[in-house]
């Protein structure tokens, strides 16, 4: 597997182009605008983008979605349907926050606890992590030991909870009881700035570091 970060939207969003290396069939990983950018970087790879993932619904995340999957008749998979509610909305949330204005969302597929997911050869695990939105998923790559992880934790950070339907309690368990069992060698790569390894933030985080947690 090989991966390239494209940061797309003012807030440096980290869009993931994600491929297997024996197929060229690649993911994109929250393509919240930018999207001539990531089909460049598609092109430049020599990659066959087979399939759109969302994180979560916010709108640096979700907001080129469907331009991006419907420019490359390709579908949109995820988030969790907890976060259709924001989806609906991100034509609004772009007039309030000056992104370019496209239509909101309707996944092809939502996902849940458990699900699978395919790109080639590649198989992903589908984790449900609420807290920062109610329906965001991370997608586990085991055999590389890597976890695209979007805003539910950074380097010594954790994500927001202030926006509608988070939830800091949620936050913090889904950290503890689905990213921690991952392991101490797995690395994220989060939705903004630069990875990290579980077992770094168990050790160093400010706010889910197990001296904190006690």
Same mark, same amino acid.
Request: charged content about 20%.
């Given at each position: 597997?090989?991966?390239?970060?494209?940061? /797309?939207?003012?807030?440096?969003?980290?869009?993931?182009?994600?491929?297997?290396?024996?197929?060229?069939?690649?993911?994109?990983?929250?393509?919240?605008?930018?999207?001539? =950018?990531?089909?460049?970087?598609?092109?430049?790879?020599?990659? !066959? /983008? !087979?399939?759109?993932?969302? !994180? $979560?619904?916010?709108?640096?995340?979700?907001?080129?979605?469907?331009?991006?999957?419907?420019?490359?008749?390709?579908?949109?998979?995820?988030? $969790?349907?907890?976060?259709?509610?924001?989806?609906?909305?991100?034509?609004?949330?772009?007039?309030?926050?000056?992104?370019?204005?496209?239509?909101?969302?309707?996944?092809?597929?939502?996902?849940?606890?458990?699900?699978?997911?395919?790109?080639?050869?590649?198989?992903?695990?589908?984790?449900?992590?609420?807290?920062?939105?109610?329906?965001?998923?991370?997608? $586990?790559?085991? =055999?590389?030991?890597?976890?695209?992880?979007?805003? /539910?934790?950074?380097?010594?950070? /954790?994500?927001?909870?202030?926006?509608?339907?988070?939830?800091?309690?949620?936050?913090?368990?889904?950290?503890?009881?689905?990213?921690?069992?991952?392991?101490?060698?797995?690395?994220?790569?989060?939705? $903004?700035?630069?990875?990290?390894?579980?077992?770094?933030?168990?050790?160093?985080?400010?706010?889910?570091? =197990?001296?904190?947690?006690?």
């Amino acid at each position: 597997m090989k991966y390239q970060v494209v940061p /797309v939207t003012p807030y440096r969003t980290n869009c993931i182009l994600l491929w297997c290396t024996t197929t060229l069939q690649a993911a994109v990983i929250d393509p919240g605008g930018n999207h001539n =950018d990531i089909v460049k970087a598609a092109e430049a790879n020599g990659v !066959t /983008v !087979t399939q759109v993932w969302l !994180t $979560h619904g916010h709108i640096d995340h979700a907001g080129e979605a469907r331009v991006l999957a419907d420019r490359l008749k390709v579908a949109v998979i995820g988030p $969790h349907r907890d976060d259709q509610f924001l989806l609906d909305d991100l034509e609004q949330e772009a007039r309030t926050y000056g992104f370019p204005v496209h239509p909101k969302v309707v996944p092809d597929r939502y996902l849940n606890d458990g699900d699978q997911l395919s790109v080639g050869q590649l198989r992903f695990e589908v984790l449900h992590t609420p807290g920062h939105t109610p329906g965001h998923v991370v997608f $586990h790559q085991p =055999d590389a030991g890597l976890v695209f992880v979007g805003d /539910v934790i950074f380097a010594s950070s /954790v994500g927001r909870t202030d926006f509608e339907g988070g939830n800091q309690v949620q936050l913090l368990t889904s950290i503890t009881d689905k990213l921690w069992p991952l392991g101490n060698e797995t690395e994220f790569v989060p939705g $903004h700035g630069a990875n990290s390894t579980i077992g770094r933030e168990r050790r160093l985080n400010p706010y889910v570091a =197990d001296t904190v947690l006690g």
